[in-house]
């Protein structure tokens, strides 16, 4: 075991397990945010830069300190290191500087952004953002792209992580789009209009940090806080059915997989309980979701929301609640 110490809390981990996945050991404020990084993803992370920390010790061999902050993400923990992320001004400058940096094309729709509530983004300009914007070049635009009948590209909000790539290069059995030319033009596009309709596209919905990529059946009919979120499965043969129902009364308006605390799938999801299985019927329905209290969802009326008020309304007992 190595051990290491982040923002003044010691630690033991396996070798081999970088210094994000530590923090997250330990838990709480002290885990950088992360963007491009997804645990379930092989060679995910080292793109977004929100994830830098200083390392004060590199390990108990060598204590010099690392010249640049360092993205905690694929940096491996030695032993005896000694890392500073909250503790440390520099980091939080420097997070402050890479959000000003994604929000450069990013644009600020999220009023009309169907990820508006459930953003990455938007939580981290929320923490570290600045008030207003000092760029005054033309931001990259692009036209929504069309992927497929059931997903949507709005490349102008895409900050390429590059997580919906490598989705579909490991998750699906055949990978049909991907990044495109280099530097501030470097797009994410299908080859020659290829459409994505593997079985398991749709995950590259969930694991898109902004909205760039969104439902085509669930697109400006509701905001996500109006909706209720409710734990489900059902017996599928391709996936393993568990998931969260987005319900409006008795309605479910969208059907997505469940995330940690981290914000990653626990399991990704086949298309038809994604897109195809909207009845209520359908389901199993376990209960309420839990929300984080200071998620916008959760301005939900949870007090009165129970596996009842959902289910009666369907067996024609008492009208819908919402
Ligand atoms: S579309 Fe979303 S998931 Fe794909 S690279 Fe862009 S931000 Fe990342
Ligand atoms: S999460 Fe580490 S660089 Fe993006």
Known sequence: MLRVTIDNITTEVDEGTTILNAARKIGGKIVPPAMCYYSKLKGSGG??????VKVIHSSELDPRPLPKLVPSCSTLVQNGMVVANITSDEVLKERKAIVEFLLINHPLDCPVCDQAGECDLQNLSYEHGLEETRYEEDRREFAPQDFG????????????????????????????????????????????????????????IDVCPVGALTDKTFRFKNRVWFTKAMDAHRHCEECAGKVVLWMFGSEIYRVTGRKDQYGELEDFICNECRFEKKNLSDWEVEGPRDIKRTSVISQNHYGKLTKQSIIKPIEGKTEPQE
């Open 47 to 52: 793109k977004c830069r929100t994830c830098l």
């Open 149 to 204: 009948d059931k997903i949507k590209l709005h490349m102008n909000r895409c900050i390429l992580c590059y997580r919906c790539v490598y989705v579909a290069e490991q998750i699906t059995n055949e990978r049909v789009h991907g990044v495109l030319y280099r530097g501030d033009v470097s797009e994410i596009s299908t080859f020659v209009e290829n459409f994505i309709e593997n079985d398991f596209s749709g995950n590259i």
